[in-house]
């Protein structure tokens, strides 16, 4: 009897086990987090979006014409490297050789990979996002372009109101890209924060189809998953600090690093950041000898911490950015961190005036005839305005 009752109990459990795989088989992937749009250039573009299961990823892409999304079989761009379609939940397409100025459909597409064994791959269900019911997903490379409008937010600290209270004033639909300037999050701590956090809020109301550029603040530094940070936010550079240009003007970001001495407590001896601002420094030397910087009309510089305060990294900043900034014939600098409003005019330590945007207010700036940089609070409401003239 006992014996039989084994064997029963044997039985029930491999049936179990089937109906679970059977079950796991069944279930779908997911998209947990949609595409968003990172390192736009005048010819390429990062394409980044999430699964819920490993998985190969892909980007079909197709002109903004007349024509259905589907009327002709659309180019495959895959997320691969050294010649491997790579595997994993976090996909990135790097779209390249795109044309200046030009709106771009496209659809993106996983597929899980149940099983690796040698040589040999299994491969599971698909899944992409919709161009049945909706239109396929468009962005616009940078390009030529008489005007140039963006917004800055900053300091939002996962405050996802804040966020969207901003994005409501900011006449989004105007903008040519937002800025991101720092300190979105306290700290980074998942995948699943980062997005709860701000992304996912930027996805829904802009980041699939219009650009979001990130300069990093000192608060992403901070965390068990501050390392894997660059993964979701990769630049025309693969740096945290690069350049780029659209229209008439030129926009270096910079990477301010911490605030504190790399020594202090709070960091528990994992950063190095002031060697990583001499690495930055030497890089710089070289961005604004570019002649899409000195050639440009108007030149823009993004960092999130400002080079005054008497703190450590704001040092750091004047000390080894700003000589060079100064010698480059920079315009004017956009930053936040001290949570305040506050204008900060040419001295004769930095040739450019420096706008520190509070947390709670938006940084409109509208660059035609003159560049004009409006700071409007949660109200509506005009706080402060600063113009600049064009180079030439």
């Known amino acids: 009897m006992y014996k039989y009752l084994q064997c029963i109990a044997v039985i029930l459990s491999l049936q179990f086990v089937t109906l679970h795989c059977n079950a796991q088989q069944d279930e779908k992937i997911n998209l947990t987090h949609l595409p968003y749009i990172q390192g736009l250039t005048d010819h390429s573009v990062s394409i980044i979006w999430t699964t819920d299961r490993p998985a190969t990823g892909w980007v079909e892409l197709a002109p903004d014409d007349s024509s259905h999304f589907y009327h002709i079989e659309r180019p495959k761009h895959y997320a691969a490297a050294y010649g491997f379609k790579k595997v994993g939940t976090v996909h990135q397409v790097n779209l390249h050789g795109l044309k200046p100025g030009t709106k771009y459909r496209y659809r993106v597409y996983s597929q899980e990979v149940t099983k690796h064994v040698g040589v040999n791959v299994e491969y ?63 700290n980074l701590l998942s995948e699943q924060q980062l997005f709860d956090g701000f992304m996912d809020t930027a996805i829904k109301r802009f980041a699939s189809e219009k650009p979001m550029f990130y300069a990093r603040g000192n608060h992403e530094t901070r965390g068990p998953f501050a390392t894997t940070y660059p993964q979701y936010f990769p630049t025309p550079t693969g740096k945290l600090y690069y350049q780029f240009k659209h229209g008439e003007t030129a926009f270096i970001v910079l990477d301010c690093g911490e605030d504190k001495p790399d020594s202090d407590m709070e960091y528990s001896g994992i950063v190095e950041m002031d060697n990583y601002r001499t690495e930055q420094a030497k890089w710089l030397e070289e961005a604004v000898e570019k002649p899409d910087y000195k050639d440009a009309k108007y030149k823009i510089i993004i960092c999130h911490m400002p080079p005054f305060g008497g703190w450590h990294g704001e040092q750091e900043i004047l000390d080894k950015f700003v000589p060079i900034l100064n010698r480059s014939g920079a315009q004017i600098m956009l930053c936040g961190h001290l949570h305040r409003h506050i204008i900060k005019q040419v001295s004769d330590k930095v040739n450019f005036p420096i706008i520190v945007n509070s947390n709670n207010n938006l940084l409109k700036v509208d660059l035609a005839a003159k560049g004009s940089f409006k700071i409007i609070d949660q109200q509506g409401k005009l706080i402060d305005e600063v113009t600049i003239t064009p180079l030439h």
Not at 138 to 144: N, Q
């Open 124 to 186: 599971g269900k698909i899944v992409a996002t919709n161009v049945y019911r909706q239109e396929p997903l468009i962005f616009r490379t940078l390009g030529p372009t008489k005007v140039t409008r963006f917004a800055v937010v900053n300091d939002i600290h996962g405050r996802n109101d804040v966020l969207n209270k901003l994005l409501d004033l900011s006449d989004l639909p105007k903008q040519d890209f937002i800025v991101f300037n720092g300190d979105m999050v306290d």
